[in-house]
């Protein structure tokens, strides 16, 4: 449905994003994840075609953004980072404004913007002018523009911010409900939005797609290895060599997130429980098994390390299908 | 078409929805409800000479022309308030992120706000013919030369609209696009003050440039196809160099 072969942006000597590529199947929502100024919103402006690319070829439901920008246009709802609203129209003016630029019938339009009021909950509002709605309703009005025309593709750019926590959970359930018939872009950096609503992700950094995968995927492939976290009262012994000498065990490492000494982390090799074997091996030796527990890499940490370092050699080797999806319960 | 009119009606509405319209109606009337009767007036005066005397008097060529004279002078002030917010306004809130993505072309955007604008602008000369209409009361002027002059006001109005527009796309701050505007404006004024005293060659091509020059024949009631021609090419080139200047803004993001 939306594809984006090798494009890049550049202004001047400034390159915001650099020989990106990605596919969106139909139906689909993918997220789009960086920090800021990564270039989530370039590329964004490229595919609704406000902008066109420097370099390469962005498609919309078949349709060349640059080389046919009315007919992809037609097929795209956007909402951009600041919901584009008129202060001086109603609610009501606006989005009928909207449908008429948007193409929408004139028999159909009052129907229309009456459905895509009630579906993003700004029906009271009607009459109010778009200039005194708060944040929340901005947003929702925003993301009711972007719908009014039945968009086969909807792009939406960071569409919870400044959402209080219900209207939040109400948005996600409204673009979850909007994906099968729409196939749906996010940008966000709200991790656990990802994790809840988007079924792929793309990690974009200085420009660059750093990882593309399902966001369980993601952290287990981030991984690596099965990680086990032990903390051993070794009473003045160095259990390191006692640990890697366990079988299946592959690397020992002292943990680095707390400095403790008697805590290390412990990889096996991929799909191996080892943790009978070191808890037996510790226990033999008469040391104190203090804590035992497998390591989970969180969408956040996945996120600070693949914008923050290249992704470790051994993942890369890691085929989609062996990692194990695992449900890691994102922090909200 | 269709999306001319949505975006000509949405500028006219929100010009109205503020209190900006009726300000600069209320600008433009007043300025020219003085001048209407300063020369009211005399001419009242004179004629009351003229009576004694004998003598022809005419409503025409010695009211309503001077009228309409000074009137293009209000107009150039008063214009770049109506442009200077077209583009810049909606680049600086990030509405032009709707339209550009919309399935609207830049022409029709263009086009318009260009039509938005000048509806504003016939709406404030359709006030002031609440003046011409008392003459018609107590008096009988012609009215071809009236429908003359209210033409070249459009046709010079609509050569102000799209420089306006052109500038007003340049940048995304308001009072900038007001400022540069109304000074380019002075300029195409005040450049033909030099005409009498610039020499052969360079005297015709300022009182040629200067856009309010070629509005006295239409204030005088005569059609004259070179000044039509004139003003029709200023906007169409006006509106080109938006265009070009909307696409040159796209690419530069």
Same mark, same amino acid.
């Given at each position: 449905?939306?594809?984006?072969?090798?494009?890049?942006?550049?202004?001047?000597?400034?390159?915001?994003?650099?020989?990106?590529?990605?596919?969106?199947?139909?139906?689909?929502?993918?997220?789009?994840?960086?920090?800021?100024?990564?270039?989530?919103?370039?590329?964004?402006?490229?595919?609704? +075609?406000?902008?066109?690319?420097?370099? +390469?070829?962005?498609?919309?439901?078949?349709?060349?953004?640059?080389?046919?920008?009315?007919?992809?246009?037609?097929?795209?709802?956007?909402?951009?980072?600041?919901?584009?609203?008129?202060?001086?129209?109603?609610?009501?003016?606006?989005?009928?404004?909207?449908?008429?630029?948007?193409?929408?019938?004139?028999?159909?339009?009052?129907?229309?913007?009456?459905?895509?009021?009630?579906?993003?909950?700004?029906?009271?509002?009607?009459?109010?002018?778009?200039?005194?709605?708060?944040?929340?309703?901005?947003?929702?009005?925003?993301?009711?523009?972007?719908?009014?025309?039945?968009?086969?593709?909807?792009?939406?750019?960071?569409?919870?911010?400044?959402?209080?926590?219900?209207?939040?959970?109400?948005?996600?359930? #409204?673009?979850?409900?909007?994906?099968?018939?729409?196939?749906?872009?996010?940008?966000?950096?709200?991790?656990?939005?990802?994790?809840?609503?988007?079924?792929?992700?793309?990690?974009?950094?200085?420009?660059?797609?750093?990882?593309?995968?399902?966001?369980?995927? #993601?952290?287990?492939?981030?991984?690596?290895?099965?990680? #086990?976290?032990?903390?051993?009262?070794?009473?003045?012994?160095?259990?390191?060599?006692?640990?890697?000498?366990?079988? +299946?065990?592959?690397?020992?490492?002292?943990?680095?997130?707390?400095?403790?000494? +008697?805590?290390?982390?412990?990889?096996?090799?991929?799909?191996?429980?080892?943790?009978?074997? !070191?808890?037996?091996?510790?226990?033999?030796?008469?040391?104190?098994?203090?804590?035992?527990?497998?390591?989970?890499?969180?969408?956040?940490?996945?996120? !600070?390390?693949?914008?923050?370092?290249?992704?470790?050699?051994?993942?890369?080797?890691?085929?989609?299908?062996?990692?194990?999806?695992?449900?890691?319960?994102?922090?909200? | 078409?269709?999306?001319?009119?949505?975006?000509?009606?949405?500028?006219?509405?929100?010009?109205?929805?503020?209190?900006?319209?009726?300000?600069?109606?209320?600008?433009? %009337?007043?300025?020219?409800?003085?001048?209407?009767? @300063?020369?009211?007036?005399?001419?009242?005066?004179?004629?009351?000479?003229?009576?004694?005397?004998?003598?022809?008097?005419?409503?025409?060529?010695?009211?309503?022309?001077?009228?309409?004279?000074?009137?293009?002078?209000?107009?150039?002030?008063?214009?770049?308030?109506?442009?200077?917010?077209?583009?810049?306004?909606?680049?600086?809130?990030?509405?032009?992120?709707?339209?550009?993505?919309?399935?609207?072309?830049?022409?029709?955007?263009?086009?318009?706000?260009?039509?938005?604008?000048?509806?504003?602008?016939?709406? %404030?000369?359709?006030?002031?013919?609440?003046?011409?209409?008392? @003459?018609?009361? *107590?008096?009988?002027?012609? *009215?071809?030369?009236?429908?003359?002059?209210?033409?070249?006001?459009?046709? %010079?109005?609509?050569?102000?609209?799209?420089?306006?527009?052109?500038?007003?796309?340049?940048?995304?701050?308001?009072?900038?696009?007001?400022?540069?505007?109304?000074?380019?404006?002075?300029?195409?004024?005040?450049?033909? *003050?030099?005409?009498?005293?610039?020499?052969?060659?360079?005297?015709?091509?300022?009182?040629?440039?200067?856009?309010?020059?070629?509005?006295?024949?239409?204030?005088?009631?005569?059609?004259?196809?070179?000044?039509?021609?004139?003003?029709?090419?200023?906007?169409?080139?006006?509106?080109?160099?938006?265009?070009?200047?909307?696409?040159?803004?796209? *690419?530069?993001?």
């Amino acid at each position: 449905m939306i594809e984006v072969q090798h494009v890049s942006k550049r202004y001047g000597r400034v390159t915001a994003v650099d020989d990106v590529s990605f596919r969106v199947e139909p139906g689909e929502i993918l997220g789009f994840l960086g920090p800021n100024g990564a270039g989530k919103t370039t590329t964004m402006r490229i595919l609704t +075609g406000y902008m066109p690319a420097s370099e +390469g070829r962005a498609t919309v439901a078949g349709y060349d953004v640059f080389t046919h920008p009315i007919e992809a246009k037609r097929r795209t709802g956007y909402l951009p980072e600041t919901p584009p609203l008129y202060p001086d129209m109603t609610v009501r003016e606006y989005l009928d404004f909207v449908a008429r630029i948007k193409g929408v019938p004139s028999g159909e339009r009052r129907t229309r913007v009456d459905t895509v009021m009630q579906r993003t909950h700004v029906d009271d509002m009607a009459s109010r002018h778009c200039g005194k709605l708060s944040k929340g309703y901005r947003q929702r009005v925003g993301l009711a523009q972007a719908i009014i025309h039945n968009p086969d593709v909807l792009i939406l750019d960071e569409p919870t911010a400044g959402l209080d926590p219900k209207q939040i959970i109400e948005t996600r359930d #409204l673009i979850r409900s909007l994906a099968g018939n729409h196939t749906i872009v996010l940008s966000t950096h709200i991790l656990p939005e990802v994790a809840q609503t988007c079924q792929r992700v793309v990690i974009i950094n200085k420009g660059r797609v750093v990882a593309v995968d399902t966001p369980d995927n #993601l952290t287990a492939r981030l991984r690596g290895a099965e990680t #086990l976290y032990v903390q051993v009262d070794a009473a003045g012994a160095d259990p390191a060599a006692a640990l890697a000498a366990v079988p +299946g065990v592959t690397r020992v490492a002292p943990a680095d997130q707390r400095p403790t000494p +008697g805590a290390f982390e412990v990889e096996s090799e991929r799909g191996r429980d080892v943790r009978r074997e !070191l808890a037996h091996t510790i226990v033999t030796r008469g040391w104190g098994l203090l804590e035992l527990r497998p390591m989970r890499m969180s969408l956040e940490e996945v996120f !600070l390390q693949v914008t923050t370092e290249e992704l470790p050699p051994e993942t890369h080797a890691l085929s989609e299908g062996e990692a194990r999806v695992e449900g890691e319960a994102p922090r909200a | 078409m269709r999306n001319v009119a949505a975006i000509a009606q949405r500028e006219l509405r929100s010009y109205f929805a503020s209190p900006m319209a009726y300000i600069i109606i209320g600008f433009f %009337m007043l300025p020219f409800g003085v001048f209407f009767f @300063l020369y009211l007036r005399s001419f009242v005066s004179q004629s009351m000479q003229m009576a004694q005397f004998g003598g022809a008097m005419n409503l025409n060529q010695q009211v309503i022309r001077y009228v309409l004279q000074n009137a293009s002078v209000i107009i150039l002030f008063i214009m770049p308030m109506i442009t200077m917010r077209t583009y810049s306004e909606e680049k600086r809130s990030g509405t032009i992120e709707l339209l550009l993505t919309s399935p609207v072309s830049d022409a029709e955007i263009i086009l318009g706000k260009f039509i938005g604008a000048l509806g504003l602008y016939a709406a %404030m000369l359709a006030v002031t013919l609440l003046y011409i209409g008392i @003459l018609f009361v *107590w008096g009988r002027p012609e *009215w071809k030369p009236l429908v003359a002059g209210y033409l070249g006001l459009l046709l %010079m109005g609509g050569a102000f609209v799209s420089i306006g527009l052109l500038i007003s796309s340049t940048t995304n701050n308001q009072i900038v696009a007001g400022v540069v505007t109304f000074v380019v404006f002075l300029m195409l004024w005040i450049i033909g *003050w030099f005409a009498d005293s610039a020499g052969p060659v360079i005297g015709p091509i300022t009182s040629f440039l200067s856009i309010t020059e070629h509005f006295d024949d239409f204030a005088k009631g005569i059609i004259d196809t070179k000044h039509v021609i004139y003003y029709l090419s200023l906007i169409t080139l006006g509106l080109f160099l938006t265009s070009k200047s909307v696409d040159t803004e796209r *690419w530069r993001g």
